[in-house]
């Protein structure tokens, strides 16, 4: 209860607050709380012009890099304004995302949706989704397959696989799309005047053609983008697609035997200077494609001059210095072949085909004669390998049955696994170059991207769940927040308002009611400025958590300490293994144990890292600072609503009273339209819900899913890597023979020069003797006549 004051006896103390100020400021607080309502009220429907800008946003994304973002906005226009005119564009666009995410399958679906699509804008994207339907029926190859070394670039290799009947040229890949579908679309195609079709399409479509052996039909397809009589420019409209076009027409041209012809327009496409980073790829790959083929017409210098073209900073220098050598050695010019081989080693001495490279330096000493030279060549290769297999031997050896440990090393961290964690950084090169083992890398990355994948989504759902069961929901949305945070500053100033109110009628009175009135009110306001009664800011609620992210990340680097510590010390077991004295099966079990114990604190450090992730997005739209402050602002309201009728009693005043009233109105629609906008964004968020729930239920399944394939993998991957560690044992032995070979090679060549010597000296031999018995015979014969 609050006293109430004894009229004032002094003179009244004057107030510079003014009634009309009052009025004023009730207007403007009931215009902010009018707008929250008509907000709470709304159900907002973009407009066209909206949803084109979204989709517009969105392709501004693809251009960035943003894929995934971009997909969502799509996704979200197809799937929410499905009736709409953007949907026709997002429909299309979502294809296109798709496929940079390496989503085929759903990116076809987007195709061939746009293709039955009649409408004016379905229509615009037609020649675009059938361009993207025959690339996906032959897809391209990832990004660096032309920078592999492959069997081009170990004749050797290939020659041997030949001879043991193994086909050595590689197929294209196949794509998705059915065969059905994509005759459907080349009969679409072949109903649309040539000069009609897009440059993209005519490109697209000749590629298929070509792939598919239809060589003729591919170049007039190709042509039509790229004609032969116009000269190549450095850039414009469709240039991109005439410096690919240029190449496929002349790729078709060399497949249907028209030798000059490509060799035509590989040279004009070698003349061209695109401004792409990808285009200059594709000239430079004209430039290797003429210098094979004048390799194969035996025009050595030709072939070498265009190998010449491909500067250092170019990703194919390696593979065309290396076929240079080649080409070099064919044609007898055994100095210049080395030149080329010393040349690629000091470029590229990580290569794959390094002992290639090292081999064919010692075969090109033999063809010069340089026995020397070429012994201690293979001497050195021997000696390298023979003790890098030795030791991988001994290590295999102790190891045993060691598919366990590698199984643990690979759980460990499968996004980021590599060869090198399980062999020796020597090994790691030849292992490199064993189908079976990248093969499996690329699986266990694979698996480990997808579960990495899955974990961010699976926490992010929950901090969506987390948001959506919050009490401040409204601030999920950028327009309803801010109505919010427009409502409790009303309601701060009207409290502001009430003070300045109370203290013009208090002026006016006085006595120790007056005084207890003061007291009270000053302890009430301070609870409004400090809620939580810790002296605390509303910035300060997540400081506690903060701490604890704090105390995780030490944990996280605890942990990587942990792991580190491990490494060293199977590596340092791996060095001074001869000297120790321990059961190698039972220090490689204890060490799996160990990598899956590390493993397993790291999943957990990545667990607790989610949960204050999810406990900050509950602080966050829950707020509890600002429900405490809300709570002392109603009590403090309370009070000077009593204090106000207090004083009323010992003064009255009949238009402070009318502000009051007016005033509290105001509070109880600011308190109504907070569960007027909280109702708004839960209708806005009743689609969003659902999909929650669908979407948990899904990432449940996809998580059991994975576990089984996970626990697959990694069985997987510890067989391979045990009998890829014997395959590159076996591969280093090989090495080692064929370095023998090459010292045999070497005797062989010294024993035939020898050989040839001596037969040329018992051929001249031969010679002087039949020279000087015809000689004797003939002085035998003069001196008979005498």
């Known amino acids: 209860m609050v006293s109430a004051p004894a009229p004032a006896e002094a003179a009244p103390r004057r107030s510079t607050f003014d009634i009309d100020d009052a009025v004023q400021r009730i207007a403007d607080i009931e215009s902010v709380i009018v707008a929250a309502e008509t907000a709470a009220n709304e159900d907002p429907e973009q407009t066209e ?4 800008k979204r989709v517009v946003a969105g392709q501004l994304m693809l251009v960035d890099r943003d894929v995934e973002g971009a997909a969502i906005v799509f996704l979200d226009v197809l799937e929410n304004h499905p009736d709409s005119l953007a949907a026709s564009q997002a429909l299309y666009f979502l294809g296109e995302a798709l496929v940079l995410l390496s989503m085929d399958r759903w990116a076809i679906e987007c195709f061939q949706g746009n293709l039955v699509d009649q409408s004016e804008d379905g229509r615009r994207y037609h020649q675009r989704s059938m361009a993207r339907m025959f690339d996906l029926h032959v897809p391209r190859r990832e990004d660096g397959f032309a920078r592999r070394p492959g069997l081009s670039a170990t004749p050797e290799v290939r020659a041997r696989l030949q001879a043991i009947g193994i086909d050595v040229e590689a197929k294209p890949p196949e794509g998705l799309v059915d065969e059905a579908d994509i005759l459907r679309v080349s009969v679409a195609v072949g109903a649309i005047a040539p000069e009609e079709r897009e440059l993209e399409l005519r490109y697209a479509y000749g590629r298929w053609l070509y792939f598919r052996g239809e060589w003729e039909q591919a170049l007039a397809s190709l042509d039509s983008v790229s004609p032969l009589d116009v000269p190549m420019s450095s850039g414009g409209v469709g240039a991109q697609w005439r410096v690919r076009a240029a190449y496929m ?125 070429a012994e201690g060549e293979f001497l050195a290769l021997r000696r390298e390998f023979d003790e890098l297999s030795k030791r991988l031997g001994r290590q295999l050896e102790a190891k045993g049955d060691a598919a ?102 208090t002026a006016k009175v006085g006595g120790a009611g007056l005084v207890e009135i003061e007291s009270q009110r000053k302890a009430l306001a301070k609870r409004v400025t400090n809620p939580l009664g810790d002296g605390s800011s509303r910035d300060d609620t997540s400081g506690g958590l903060r701490s604890r992210a704090e105390e995780i990340h030490q944990l996280d680097l ?55 992730e999810k406990a900050q997005t509950a602080i966050r739209f829950a707020d509890p600072w600002a429900e405490a402050q809300r709570a002392a602002v109603e009590d403090y309201s309370v009070f000077l609503d009593q204090a106000f009728a207090a004083v009323l009693e010992a003064n009255p005043d009949a238009a402070a009273k009318k502000v009051w009233d007016r005033a509290n109105s105001l509070r109880g629609r600011i308190v109504e339209g907070r569960e007027r906008l909280d109702a708004a964004a839960g209708r806005r968020l009743r689609r969003a819900m659902q999909i929650l729930r669908e979407e948990r239920v899904n990432l449940d399944a996809y ?63 031969d010679r002087d003797l039949r020279e000087l018995d ?10 008979g006549n005498r």
């Open 49 to 52: 012009e909206e949803l084109a």
């Open 249 to 373: 027409a002349a790729t078709a041209s060399l497949a249907k035997g028209d030798i000059d012809d490509a060799l035509t327009r590989f040279g004009l496409l070698t003349q061209s200077f695109p401004k792409g980073e990808r285009d200059k790829r594709i000239v430079e790959l004209a430039n290797l494609a003429l210098a094979r083929i004048h390799h194969d017409q035996g025009e050595t210098e030709l072939a070498v001059k265009s190998y010449r073209r491909i500067s250092r900073d170019s990703p194919f220098f390696p593979e065309a210095m290396y076929e240079t050598a080649w080409t070099l050695l064919a044609a007898g010019a055994h100095d210049r072949a080395l030149q080329a081989l010393d040349l690629l080693l000091v470029y590229d001495p990580d290569s794959p085909i390094v002992p290639e490279i090292k081999q064919l330096r010692g075969k090109v000493k033999i063809q010069m004669r340089d026995w020397q030279g």
């Open 404 to 505: 366990s440990y590698f199984s643990a090393v690979a759980s460990e961290d499968m996004e980021h696994f590599s060869l090198g964690a399980v062999m020796p950084v020597e090994a790691a090169a030849v292992a490199q170059t064993l189908p079976r083992a990248t093969q499996t890398v690329d699986l266990v990355n694979e698996v480990g991207e997808v579960d990495a994948m899955l974990f961010e989504t699976r926490a992010l759902l929950a901090r969506m769940e987390e948001a959506v069961e919050a009490k401040e929901r409204a601030r999920l949305f950028t327009d309803l927040g801010a109505h919010l945070s427009s409502l409790d500053s009303s309601d701060l100033e009207i409290l502001d308002l009430k003070e300045k109110l109370l203290f013009r009628s």
């Open 558 to 612: 605890t942990v990587q300490a942990l792991r580190a510590q491990l490494i060293a010390t199977e590596r340092y077991y791996d060095e001074t293994r001869k000297d120790q004295r321990i059961d190698h099966e039972a220090f490689l079990k204890q060490a799996a144990e160990l990598r899956d114990e590390v493993a397993g604190l790291e999943r957990e450090v990545a667990e607790m890292e989610a949960e204050v």
């Open 703 to 765: 998580k059991e899913e994975l576990e089984a394939k996970r626990g697959e993998t990694r069985e997987l991957v510890g067989d391979v890597m045990q009998a890829s560690y014997r395959d590159v044992v076996g591969e280093l032995a090989n090495l080692v023979t064929r370095s023998e070979v090459g010292l045999l090679d070497v005797a062989w060549a010294i024993q035939e020069v020898e050989s040839e010597e001596i037969r040329r000296l018992e051929t001249h031999r």
């Open 774 to 783: 015809r000689v004797l015979d003939q002085g035998l014969q003069e001196d």
